[in-house]
């Protein structure tokens, strides 16, 4: 384009500048034919001139005749041969009327020297430009006159050049160029400059002749319309060629764009390739009539037919086994009305050697960006591996719940820290034992050992006895679940119960024996001395009745009955040392500890009757002086008392509370139980030796009871408790290490001493 332009603009100029010089020629031409003709005037006028006796009128007439055919003139003179001005005529409005007068002499320079060689050729002759008035430069026409071949004087003709220009180029050049007159050095004479002109476009110069004196005559080239039009033109191609390449550059940044976008999207469809090619899932595509539109690599690898052959294919497929094709057109058929279920289709797939698998099928809708649906894709994995697994795993499982089942004991698998939900899995014994009541439930805590010691339980429905333990097991879905096994323990229970009852009677018995052994050496260490006694004092006595004694007789006798009375005496004094062996041991000892040490022996007993032992004790360092071991074994007797008293009593109410509170001298312990109560009538009895009202009772504890208190200088009696049941009460006194307030008073130690 740009070449274009260029060739385009140079040879516009080189026409600009063939048409400047020819139109600059034009302009010479037309100035010098000017200047010829007047010349040519001149010398016609000159030939008329005769010298001195020239007719003035017909000078002026043809003088006149010659400024009206030449406008551009200022005047024609005639001189002399001494350069004086012997005629004239001139333009009223020449600047040369003041400067020119009739006879005056003419005397530049300039005029001097065309005047010479006007005179010394014989023919016309141009001056050099000269200023002359008005600043106008002005050049003169010199033609000779001669009269009989003498020289008379010249007749000149004055041209201001800017008068000259103006008439002698045509209107329609001085418009397209400045014209103007320069001399040989090139310093302006004249010009037609209308306008200034900055940087000419075009110039051209051409000698002028005539005048002559290395005048030129030089244009220069005005812009035109035209070429402003031209230059327009230009500019908008060129700026049409700068959006083109705008435009260009925009496409290439586009088209990289496009590249790289592309090149990414092969990347993507190589990676979506290989992963299409390494997926193991089969997957097959269908339209909504059921045509195959697309297969995966591992369905082809899965059925063993290429993916040519069943793209295209419509069902019936070549890989339905003929044994399952109902199930299979049924399948498709669900599939095709979008019923296929969540949890995917269970099918057989031949492969085409004839081998048949088990596959599940998932489907989903096939919906393109727009919403709208054009088939299924179904993914097919195989399944055989998985079910056979699965199929062993419940076998497994089967064994596993039949072998739990069968167990001897309950078995309960529970969600730790939740307990009101329905358990994990219970074995049948635990439905049939538990179905009516179930074992409480102990505090668990997470995994940990503590809170699981075993215990054991009896079901108040059936009152049988359980033993019950629990573990934190981890289950088969990995989360930690408490395992409860319970076993049957009444039978030992019961043997438990027997061998403690035989125990008992045993111990009754020897108790009895030992009773009766200590009643019989009694009586037999007693019977010496009282048969004695006896034998003596009947003697004594017959001897009275006879009247044949004197008193004196008796006295051996009296003597003998009182040595048999001292023996007596000895015996029981014996034996009140024998017991005075066993005297309590008191010592301060803190009440609670004694409570403690009863309750750990009577646990067993609560436990076999199902009852439980509280205690109520505000202050735990009160002291008291006893002898521990005596006070333990009275509160076991309470608490065997009351525990038995509540054989009647329902389950949940069976509680021994053993109460405890202290005036400054002394502390009450009372035993409360919620048994039948004692009747008013035969309270006192109860403290009697052997009083039972119990098959297998001795009548002894509450006796023994109350003398163990007694000598420690309490009170031991029963009262009837409020709501149901009595309470045995007893006091022991204080110790003064009870050092509070009320406790440390002087009456107490008074007590104690
Ligand atoms: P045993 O317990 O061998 O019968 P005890 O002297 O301990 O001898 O008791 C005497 C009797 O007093 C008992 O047989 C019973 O009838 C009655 N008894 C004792 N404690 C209570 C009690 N807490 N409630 C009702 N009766 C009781």
Request: aromatic share 8%; hydrophobic share 40%; proline share 6%.
């Amino acid at each position: 384009m740009g070449a274009f332009f260029y060739t385009l603009h140079s040879e516009d100029q080189d026409q600009a500048r063939l048409r400047t010089i020819r139109d600059v020629e034009l302009a010479r031409q037309s100035i010098r034919t000017r200047l010829l003709s007047l010349q040519e005037r001149l010398s016609q006028l000159a030939r008329s001139i005769d010298g001195a006796d020239t007719d003035k009128a017909l000078f002026q007439r043809q003088a006149k005749a010659l400024l009206s055919d030449t406008p551009e003139m200022s005047s024609v003179a005639v001189l002399d041969t001494r350069r004086n001005i012997r005629m004239l005529n001139l333009h009223a409005s020449s600047p040369l009327n003041r400067s020119l007068q009739e006879g005056s002499q003419v005397g530049g320079a300039e005029t001097i020297w065309a005047f010479d060689s006007a005179k010394s050729t014989g023919l016309p002759v141009f001056s050099p430009p000269f200023l002359g008035p008005g600043n106008g430069v002005y050049m003169e026409i010199h033609s000779p006159a001669f009269k009989n071949d003498h020289f008379v004087g010249t007749v000149v003709a004055t041209i201001p050049f800017t008068a000259m220009l103006n008439d002698a180029v045509p209107e329609s050049f001085t418009k397209l160029y400045m014209v103007s007159i320069v001399d040989a050095q090139g310093k302006l004479i004249a010009s037609n400059a209308s306008r200034q002109i900055d940087r000419p476009k075009m110039s051209h110069e051409v000698v002028l002749s005539p005048p002559g004196h290395g005048l030129k005559l030089r244009a220069v080239l005005y812009k035109t319309s035209a070429e402003l039009f031209s230059n327009m033109l230009a500019w908008t191609v060129l700026g049409l060629s700068a959006l083109i390449v705008w435009s260009f550059i925009l496409l290439y940044r586009h088209s990289k764009l496009r590249n790289q976008a592309e090149k990414q999207l092969l990347a993507e469809t190589k990676f979506r390739r290989a992963m299409e090619n390494s997926v193991i899932t089969g997957m097959r595509a269908i339209d909504m009539d059921g045509r195959i539109t697309y297969v995966n690599p591992a369905f082809c690898k899965m059925t063993g037919y290429r993916e040519s052959e069943l793209v295209g294919m419509l069902p019936p497929f070549p890989y339905w086994p003929e044994k399952s094709y109902r199930i299979q057109e049924e399948a498709l058929r669900l599939i095709l009305a979008g019923q296929a279920p969540r949890q995917g289709l269970e099918v057989q797939i031949r492969r085409r050697d004839g081998s048949v698998f088990d596959a599940r099928m998932y489907v989903s809708p096939l919906v393109d960006s727009e919403g709208k649906q054009s088939g299924w894709m179904t993914s097919v994995t195989d399944i055989t591996e998985p079910r056979r697994v699965r199929e062993e795993l419940a076998a497994a499982q089967k064994r596993f719940v039949r072998i739990l089942e069968e167990l001897d004991a309950a078995v309960v698998v529970e969600e730790p820290d939740a307990p009101t939900r329905p358990p994990i899995f219970t074995n049948r014994l635990h439905r049939e034992w538990f179905a009516q009541a179930a074992p409480p439930i102990q505090q668990r805590i997470g995994g940990a050992q503590r809170g699981f010691e075993p215990f054991e339980w009896l079901n108040p429905v059936t009152q049988r006895w359980y033993e019950i333990r629990r573990r934190a097991i981890l289950w088969v879905d990995g989360q930690t679940v408490i395992m409860q096994v319970t076993t049957d323990i009444s039978s030992r229970k019961e043997a438990e119960q027997i061998n403690r009852q035989q125990q008992e009677k045993l111990q009754f018995t020897s108790r009895l024996m030992t009773l009766g052994e200590l009643a019989s050496s009694l009586a037999h260490e007693l019977n010496q001395p009282l048969t004695a006694i006896a034998n003596y004092t009947t003697g004594g006595a017959n001897r009275l009745k006879t009247g044949s004694v004197k008193p004196a007789d008796l006295l051996p006798m009296l003597e003998k009955v009182n040595a048999q009375a001292q023996r007596a005496g000895d015996v029981i004094r014996r034996i009140r040392e024998f017991v005075k062996q066993q005297e309590p041991n008191r010592s301060p000892c803190k009440i609670d500890t004694i409570i403690q040490d009863a309750i750990g022996f009577s646990k067993l007993e609560a436990k076999n009757h199902a009852a439980t032992i509280e205690v109520n004790n505000p202050d735990p360092e009160l002291v008291v002086m006893a002898d521990a071991i005596l006070i333990e074994q009275v509160l076991m007797n309470l608490i065997k008392n009351g525990i038995e008293a509540m054989a009647n009593t329902p389950f949940e109410e069976r509680r021994v509370l053993i109460q405890i509170s202290s005036t400054p001298h002394f502390v009450l312990t009372e035993v409360y139980d919620r048994g039948a109560g004692v009747p008013e009538d035969i309270r006192e009895k109860l403290f009697e030796s052997f009083f039972t009202t119990k098959s297998n009772g001795m009548g002894m504890g509450l006796n023994i009871c109350r003398t163990i208190i007694e000598y420690h200088q309490g009170q031991l009696w029963v009262e009837s408790a409020t709501g149901g049941g009595s309470v045995f009460k007893f006091t022991l006194p204080t110790h003064p290490k009870n050092t509070t307030p009320t406790q440390s008073g002087p009456s107490s130690k008074e007590h104690d001493a």
